[in-house]
């Protein structure tokens, strides 16, 4: 039998990315899950600032604009206000890692019942981009421009690895859009973390890593190559803590 | 029956009373009594108590669920009430509702502990990025806070717009004799809110946006303006004081007229909008306006010196009495008026 497969309503509007982002595949992964546990109509996304914000104009559900940084506090009061709907709060990694470390972090630790994605395109990429905490040891970016130099910054920050160590914590995951295989194991963690909070079990965080072949500037094939060789063994793939059975 | 309250107890109280059922917050001296009492309130009466990990997250907290409509506050003074200026821009530029207390402490920076008015200027005019305004009560007394805080949340949901109560310290700290309001309830939709539908929030466009906040600002200039006038009518010399300055004033008012100089006060009840209609009950006697006020160098006295352009003939000295980090006395007052008649006081305006 044929299997069909339609664009799930809450991207059915085309998007503002750039060619060849991966941002567009994660918001794809969390719309078919919203639509499969028919929570279209009951649920709110919190959007952080970056390129975050283009998802104002392509995601066909209700959402809030929140300030940078601040979007793990907001859905937390989303949350507090309609324990009924599904607060979803979805960032990049300047918002959620660097600016916001405290506001993610700290909603982790009281495992606040939010589901939180962040995407890991190791650069801050809607503002032309600069180099963030994710950055790549020697990656060249507009603010660290003969390559990021460690000794000075900072070796590349993994915050799931932190989250997963906080004992109320629900899921935590990190995935990629690099490959299909990927894609396909990242939305198996992007059911886990909107279940968790569907069933009462806390906070759920799920990072992606992304390519952002604009910043990068590299083809996608190149960015993918890249992907390979030098973030995804950096930044393990795969669950860092599993749902409580 | 009326019964002793401490300042911050008793707004907590009546926040309660006025149907709020989200705080979060971050302590802080003097306010930290507030988020004190509704943590353990707060459960007792269903609700929910969030000790955030700071004041920035504590108003973004504020932010998402009074876009769900929920009755929500926080409170905080001095450095922390800086830190939520970001979120109340944010506030302002959804037209999302949310009632704020400041309890205010003296000084820039840390400051001290001390009782005073020296956020005036910031909270009357936004604070934030971008142009708008936050409605701003300044209570004068427990009893006058309690009334003030029943009413924040139907003001703010009125116009969407953050309501804040502009406490000071000593206000914080003391206790007076209060009666309470029943409690009370909204249960309409608001119908803007975020409830997972997407339906419309009554968001504006930019294009739309001046005119919009334009239309709300004169909205809420021509009709949420509030104050008392004490002896201004046939008065030569009109202080304006509001909050616990006001008191003392009053007193002054009293004192003077004992000695035969006609003084008078007006008590600006919302800071802003700013009572100018207040001002014309101003005789076209007067002979100097007065701004009495618990700052360094003069916030208050602007606002005074405009209103005084605007509602009064001629050009009327505005002069200012500035006590600092701490509530003028009655007699510094009384010596200040002294020093104006005898020429030694100047004027500021």
Redesign the interface.
Known sequence: MAVVKTTPTMVSIPNHFCPGCGHGILNRLIAEVIQEKGYEKKTILTLGVGCSCNMNGSWNGDKIQTAHGRAASTATGVKVARPDLLSIAYQGDGDAYVIGLAETLNAAYRSEPITVFVINNNNFAMTGGQMSWTTMPGQVTTTSAHGRDTSLTGMPIRVPEIAATFPDVAYVARGSVHSAKEINRLKGYVRNAIEAQLNGEGYALVEVLCQCPTNWGMSVEKSIQWMEKEVVPYYELGELKGRRK | MKKMWKGNHAIAEAAMRAGC??Y?GYPITPQTEVGEYLSSRMPELGR?F?Q???E???I???????????R?MTSSSGPGFSLKQ??IA?LCA?NFPSVLVNVQRWGPGLGTLDSSQTDYLRDTRGGGNGDYRVIVYAPNSIQETVDLMYNAFDVAEKYRNPVEILSEAALGQMMEPVEFPPFKERKEDLGWT?????RPHGRIDNPGKPGALRAKVEAIMANEQRWENYMVEDADYVFVAFGLPSRTSRNAVDLLREQGIKAGLIRPITVWPFPFDAFKEIPGTVKGIISVESTDAGQLVEDVALATKRMCRGNVPVYGLFSGQKIPKTKEIVTYVNGILSGENKEVF
């Open positions: 059922e989200f979060a929910r969030l955030a990990e700071n920035m997250s504590a973004y907290m504020i932010f998402g669920a009074y876009a769900c409509g929920m929500s970001e979120g944010y959804n975020f409830d997972g539908t997407d």
